[in-house]
Nanobody, 125 residues
Protein backbone atom coordinates (compact mmCIF):
# COMPACT_ATOMS: atom_id res chain seq x y z
CA UNK A 1 0.00 0.00 0.00
CA UNK A 2 1.34 3.40 -0.97
CA UNK A 3 -0.16 6.82 -0.33
CA UNK A 4 1.10 9.78 -2.33
CA UNK A 5 0.14 13.18 -0.96
CA UNK A 6 0.45 16.39 -2.94
CA UNK A 7 -0.93 19.89 -3.24
CA UNK A 8 0.71 21.74 -0.39
CA UNK A 9 2.20 25.20 -0.74
CA UNK A 10 2.27 28.77 0.46
CA UNK A 11 -1.03 30.62 0.63
CA UNK A 12 -2.19 33.87 2.16
CA UNK A 13 -4.70 33.92 5.01
CA UNK A 14 -8.19 33.49 3.63
CA UNK A 15 -6.90 31.58 0.64
CA UNK A 16 -7.60 28.04 -0.55
CA UNK A 17 -5.68 24.89 -1.35
CA UNK A 18 -6.64 21.38 -2.38
CA UNK A 19 -4.62 18.42 -1.17
CA UNK A 20 -4.67 15.08 -2.98
CA UNK A 21 -3.83 11.62 -1.69
CA UNK A 22 -3.47 8.96 -4.37
CA UNK A 23 -3.62 5.39 -3.10
CA UNK A 24 -1.97 2.46 -4.87
CA UNK A 25 -1.76 -1.22 -4.07
CA UNK A 26 -5.38 -1.36 -2.94
CA UNK A 27 -8.88 -0.34 -3.98
CA UNK A 28 -10.66 2.36 -2.06
CA UNK A 29 -13.97 0.57 -1.57
CA UNK A 30 -13.89 -0.29 2.11
CA UNK A 31 -11.14 1.19 4.31
CA UNK A 32 -11.25 4.55 6.05
CA UNK A 33 -8.76 7.11 4.79
CA UNK A 34 -8.03 10.61 5.94
CA UNK A 35 -5.82 13.55 6.71
CA UNK A 36 -3.75 14.37 9.76
CA UNK A 37 -1.42 17.29 10.37
CA UNK A 38 1.50 18.22 12.56
CA UNK A 39 2.48 21.81 13.21
CA UNK A 40 5.97 22.74 14.43
CA UNK A 41 6.33 21.94 18.10
CA UNK A 42 2.88 20.37 18.32
CA UNK A 43 1.51 16.87 18.38
CA UNK A 44 -0.04 15.31 15.35
CA UNK A 45 -3.80 15.78 15.13
CA UNK A 46 -6.63 14.49 13.03
CA UNK A 47 -8.07 16.83 10.43
CA UNK A 48 -10.66 14.86 8.48
CA UNK A 49 -11.40 11.26 7.59
CA UNK A 50 -13.79 9.51 5.20
CA UNK A 51 -15.00 5.97 4.87
CA UNK A 52 -14.51 4.58 1.38
CA UNK A 53 -17.32 2.11 2.18
CA UNK A 54 -20.16 4.53 2.96
CA UNK A 55 -18.48 7.96 2.53
CA UNK A 56 -19.34 9.01 6.07
CA UNK A 57 -17.00 11.84 7.01
CA UNK A 58 -15.53 13.17 10.23
CA UNK A 59 -13.92 16.56 10.84
CA UNK A 60 -11.96 18.23 13.56
CA UNK A 61 -13.94 21.07 15.14
CA UNK A 62 -11.25 23.53 14.10
CA UNK A 63 -11.82 22.90 10.37
CA UNK A 64 -15.58 22.31 10.20
CA UNK A 65 -17.20 24.60 7.67
CA UNK A 66 -13.86 25.41 6.04
CA UNK A 67 -12.45 22.05 4.90
CA UNK A 68 -14.18 19.41 2.78
CA UNK A 69 -12.95 15.87 2.31
CA UNK A 70 -14.03 13.85 -0.71
CA UNK A 71 -13.17 10.65 -2.50
CA UNK A 72 -12.93 9.75 -6.19
CA UNK A 73 -13.08 5.98 -6.28
CA UNK A 74 -12.40 5.85 -10.02
CA UNK A 75 -9.07 7.58 -9.39
CA UNK A 76 -8.43 5.90 -6.02
CA UNK A 77 -7.80 9.37 -4.65
CA UNK A 78 -8.94 11.36 -1.63
CA UNK A 79 -9.04 15.14 -1.64
CA UNK A 80 -9.03 17.80 1.04
CA UNK A 81 -10.43 21.12 -0.12
CA UNK A 82 -9.25 23.78 2.32
CA UNK A 83 -10.91 27.20 2.26
CA UNK A 84 -10.51 30.28 4.46
CA UNK A 85 -7.09 29.13 5.53
CA UNK A 86 -5.64 30.58 8.71
CA UNK A 87 -2.06 30.84 9.98
CA UNK A 88 -2.88 28.17 12.56
CA UNK A 89 -3.54 25.73 9.70
CA UNK A 90 0.18 25.82 8.90
CA UNK A 91 1.49 22.26 9.24
CA UNK A 92 2.74 19.22 7.42
CA UNK A 93 -0.33 17.34 6.25
CA UNK A 94 -0.27 13.55 6.00
CA UNK A 95 -2.75 11.11 4.59
CA UNK A 96 -3.25 7.81 6.32
CA UNK A 97 -5.38 4.71 5.87
CA UNK A 98 -6.77 2.02 8.12
CA UNK A 99 -6.96 -1.21 6.15
CA UNK A 100 -8.80 -2.99 8.94
CA UNK A 101 -11.64 -0.54 9.57
CA UNK A 102 -14.20 1.34 7.51
CA UNK A 103 -15.16 3.86 10.16
CA UNK A 104 -13.98 7.41 9.57
CA UNK A 105 -14.57 8.17 13.26
CA UNK A 106 -12.37 5.25 14.32
CA UNK A 107 -9.56 6.29 11.99
CA UNK A 108 -9.75 9.89 13.19
CA UNK A 109 -9.26 8.84 16.80
CA UNK A 110 -6.71 6.08 16.25
CA UNK A 111 -3.07 5.76 15.25
CA UNK A 112 -3.17 4.33 11.72
CA UNK A 113 -0.40 2.05 10.54
CA UNK A 114 -0.18 3.19 6.94
CA UNK A 115 1.01 6.72 6.18
CA UNK A 116 1.92 8.69 3.12
CA UNK A 117 4.68 11.25 3.00
CA UNK A 118 3.70 14.71 4.17
CA UNK A 119 2.96 17.82 2.20
CA UNK A 120 3.69 21.21 3.72
CA UNK A 121 0.97 23.85 3.95
CA UNK A 122 2.10 27.32 4.96
CA UNK A 123 -0.46 30.05 5.58
CA UNK A 124 1.24 33.40 5.80
CA UNK A 125 1.04 36.92 4.46
Amino acid sequence: VQLQASGGGLVQPGGSLTLSCAASGLTLNRPAIGWFRQAPGKEREGVSCISSLNEIVHYADSVKGRFTISIDKAKNTVYLQMNDLRPEDTAVYYCAIDLGHSSSYYLFHSSPANWGQGTLVTVSS
